[in-house]
């Protein structure tokens, strides 16, 4: 009975000892977890050590489109929110109007907070990543683009004073030092009472960049930065006309920015 009772004893304590070092382990991985996870901003939605890169959305609200590329847009917007921007990214959306002063801002500007589908789901809390991407990013972003009416007919539409503000406000503000995007819904037709491409017949770029109103039109906030073209106009001659597309990437290129894509918006 005495051996008994003292293999008894020793066996509880390596339990007790096993136990405890079970509980040590796990305390430590529950520390290793909450110590590196990354903590998002209450208000921007961007991790705590900055965002990873940045989008910048021009959206055209100087011509009134046809109802059906409106659709489009709206449609193309949302895949890029939902699909396309990378979690951690920054968001900011700009207005092209006919006044540039009051659309310096961006109307929108937060991170992408990540989906359920893209978390470790052993870590994480589905009720609250689906509250952030939902009613924080979203919801916010879809209220904002709902605004827009996209039925102005301006007598000028500053394309070019909006791309330095886009530069100065949107990238170089935020000094994102990950990937930079700029994606645009515009018809891409500047008219100012200094410059107007209206006119049927369209300068060279060679020729626009030697003009003052050329010379003043730099962008140098758009630097590095990677360019996509989303084509609205209701004149299907401009959505044909390669001289315009040739334009504007010669300028983005002379701005230190690369055009990844020009498409046009379908819709009659």
């Known amino acids: 009975m005495a051996i008994y009772a003292q293999k008894k004893g020793v066996s509880g304590k390596a339990v007790g000892l096993l136990l405890g070092g079970v509980a040590t382990v796990a305390v430590a991985v529950m520390f290793y977890i909450n110590a590196t996870r990354e903590v998002l901003d209450k208000e921007t939605l961007c991790p705590s050590t900055g965002p990873k890169g940045q989008y910048v ?4 609200n100087t011509s009134p489109f046809p109802f059906t590329q409106k659709i489009a847009l709206g449609q193309r917007l949302k895949t890029l929110v939902a699909e396309e921007l990378p979690e951690g990214y920054l968001l900011s959306v700009f207005l092209l109007g006919e006044d540039f002063k009051s659309n310096e801002k961006p109307l929108f500007e937060r991170c992408n907070p990540g989906q359920w589908k893209d978390r470790n789901q052993s870590t994480s809390n589905k009720k609250f990543v689906d509250r952030d991407f939902n009613q924080k ?3 916010p972003f879809d209220d904002i683009v709902r605004k827009i009416s996209l039925e102005e007919r301006s007598k000028n539409s500053p394309i070019f004073q909006m791309l330095q503000l886009v530069g100065i406000n949107g ?7 990950g990937e ?21 017949n369209l300068a060279a770029y060679e020729d ?8 003043n039109a730099v962008a140098p906030g758009l630097q590095g ?10 004149d299907q001659k401009t959505l044909q006309n390669t001289k315009l597309s040739v334009f504007w990437e010669q300028y983005f ?9 020009f498409s046009r918006v379908e819709g009659l």
């Open 180 to 200: 930079r995007r700029l994606v645009i819904y515009s018809d891409m037709l500047a008219n100012m009472p200094e410059f107007s491409m209206y006119r049927s």
């Open 171 to 177: 990238f170089e503000r935020a000094h994102v030092t």
């Open 57 to 60: 959305v021009l959206i055209d």
């Open 137 to 139: 990013f979203i919801k």
């Open 253 to 261: 290129q002379d701005n230190g920015a690369s055009v990844e894509g």
């Open 208 to 215: 626009f960049r030697k003009t003052a109103y050329g010379q």
């Open 225 to 234: 930065s990677s360019v996509t073209i989303n084509l609205l106009a209701a």
